[in-house]
């Protein structure tokens, strides 16, 4: 009979075990009381690996959250809604507390939880990364008023307080859901999430932040919507066509919204959809990885968006493109064709920064042979084929009436350039 009674206590324990091991799935009805749904002791909560929340969740409730960041491997928020909350900072104290608002995955609010393996957003969700507005949102929710707090970020360096960095160390992340909802993604959300291995970025998203998958290692699948760069709900004026039809760069300035994709070198596979106008400045930025890219015939500006991509080999540009930007540091390319809608190229002192600011256009593009220019193009800028040292010949159109300084700087000496205007019948390389 005590043996008896001894195998039913075994048992009973390991229920409670197999218990808490297993699904977690909690419901609230008021913001804050996740804490009071969730086993008392600590190591009880030590043992829950995936959690399933429904209903609304304050800063309160994300501390909670925090605090299994030692072992919860699955999140899934798809049910719930975050709500705003004034009072309890989920992160920082003083002038760097966190606070929730309403349907916003916040600045670093899941930042450093290295156990997780998937998360699942909630199906509200707009915006990754606070807003400088406590309601960004109009009355209907259909425009979203304000800007991103601290969205400018001019390093890949997430220890620091650039704004967002929402998963930022995350660094066993391999699956994230993102909502349908989504406008926004911050800076650095997802910076150093190593075993993030595909994103699908989803339609209606109109902006990312600079550095957003800083150096996602094993990233090599990534779908772009065509919504990114649009201004359909965001107010951000550099998203709006007034600042596109004025200005070089889509978005303004590489410190708010440009490498993207900083150093995702494993990254292979980039589907750009239909529709998308333009990419961010070096979205792209050193992505080795890259042999070839199909760019739809709706981007107009690629604003360096391939900078240093030396793996890539063959390009074709779209007829409707009107601003190249820089191809710097693509030592793979051999050849390429400029469409004839482009009329400028960018002067070595305004390629992108991240390069020497002294590069041009197709500055150690060491494997170039051969490059159609554009028949309406009016100048051959500064630095633009410095070190192209396998360029054979290129031809000149017309309509060029400038040669600038050092544009075929250590080119392979009795390689010949034509030009038929008289101004410049030859150019020794």
């Known amino acids: 009979m005590k043996l008896k009674h001894f195998y039913v206590s075994v048992c009973m324990v390991l229920v409670s075990i197999l218990s808490i091991n297993a699904q977690t799935s909690v419901t609230l009805t008021q913001a804050g009381t996740l804490s009071s749904k969730l086993p008392a002791s600590e190591a009880d909560r030590a043992k829950i690996n995936e959690l399933i929340i429904n209903g609304p969740l304050n800063g309160a409730d994300i501390l909670t959250i925090r605090a299994l960041a030692g072992t919860l491997k699955i999140l899934n928020l798809k049910e719930a809604n975050i709500v705003e909350d004034k009072v309890t900072s989920y992160r920082g104290t003083g002038s760097t507390a966190n606070y929730t608002q ?42 979203v008023s304000g800007d991103p707090k601290k969205s400018d970020a001019s390093s890949d360096d997430d220890t620091q307080y650039p704004g967002c960095s929402s998963f930022a160390r995350c660094v066993n992340l391999q699956e994230i859901e993102l909502p349908s909802t989504l406008l926004w993604i911050g800076p650095k959300a997802f910076s150093y999430c190593i075993k993030l291995t595909s994103i699908s ?86 992505c080795t990885g890259i042999k070839t890219i199909n760019l739809p015939s709706s981007i107009l500006r690629l604003n360096s968006a391939l900078s240093y991509c030396s793996g890539l080999t063959a390009l074709k540009l779209p007829d409707g493109l009107t601003q190249t930007g820089s191809f710097v540091g693509c030592s793979g390319l051999k050849s390429l064709v400029i469409p004839n809608g482009v009329t400028s190229l960018p002067d070595g002192r305004e ?72 101004k410049y019948p030859s150019v020794n390389l």
Not at 201 to 230: D, H, R, W
């Open 102 to 143: 309403n349907d916003v995955i916040g600045d670093y609010m899941f930042y450093g939880m290295t156990a997780l393996t998937k998360v699942v957003l909630p199906k509200t969700v707009w915006s990754i990364g606070t807003w400088s507005k406590d309601n960004p949102w109009n009355e209907e929710k259909t425009q």
């Open 201 to 286: 970025i989803p339609e209606g998203v109109e902006a990312m932040g600079s550095y957003t998958f800083n150096k996602c290692q094993e990233l090599a699948t990534v779908s772009i919507p065509s919504s990114l760069g649009t201004a359909k709900k965001l107010t951000l004026y550099n998203l709006r066509d007034e600042h596109f039809n004025n200005d070089n760069n889509y978005n303004g300035s590489s410190s708010s919204f440009g490498f993207t994709f900083w150093e995702c070198t494993k990254l292979t596979n980039v589907t750009l959809n239909d529709g998308i106008r333009r990419l961010a400045p070096n979205m792209f930025y050193g």
């Open 351 to 422: 390629v992108s920064w991240g390069a020497d600011y002294q590069d041009g256009c197709f500055t150690g593009c060491t494997s170039l042979t051969s490059v159609t220019l554009p028949n309406q193009l009016n100048k051959i800028p500064t630095r633009c084929f410095m070190n192209c040292t396998a360029l054979a010949s290129i031809t000149i159109p017309n309509t060029v009436t400038d040669i600038n300084g050092y544009a075929f700087y250590t080119c392979i000496y009795n390689h010949r350039t034509t030009k038929t205007n008289q």
